[in-house]
């Protein structure tokens, strides 16, 4: 029997793919139509990060801008050095190319 985990692994695989066909505006509809307001913050706000934590910005200058844990932050920084090459490379062509400019307001 597979572990639950395996399962939500072939779903997320399975949306990944659906989303890689889309054009950017079909796929904004997608996460807004499936995503709860929360959820899409909270998605927003963990992109934000990685995509500060590249342009060099400091782990306490992000929690000020952002509103968020030192935690989260280091998280973030984990993936960045140690996460799947194909993550480190889609944030840093976000990056690179000016794609992650977006303001994101936290929620207080």
Request: net charge positive; proline share 5%; charged share 30%.
């Amino acid at each position: 029997m597979p572990r639950p985990d395996a399962k939500v692994d072939a779903v997320i695989r399975e949306l990944a793919s659906v989303l890689a066909r889309l054009g950017e505006g079909a796929a904004y509809e997608v996460f807004s139509t499936l995503l709860t307001a929360p959820e899409r913050r909270k998605i927003a706000l963990r992109w934000k990060l990685v995509c500060m934590l590249e342009q060099g910005i400091t782990q306490r200058a992000i929690a000020t801008e952002l509103g968020i844990s030192l935690c989260k932050i280091t998280r973030g920084s984990h993936e960045l050095k140690y996460g799947p090459e194909s993550f480190r490379k889609v944030i840093r062509n976000a990056v690179g190319t000016g794609v992650s400019r977006g303001k994101i307001k936290p929620r207080r």
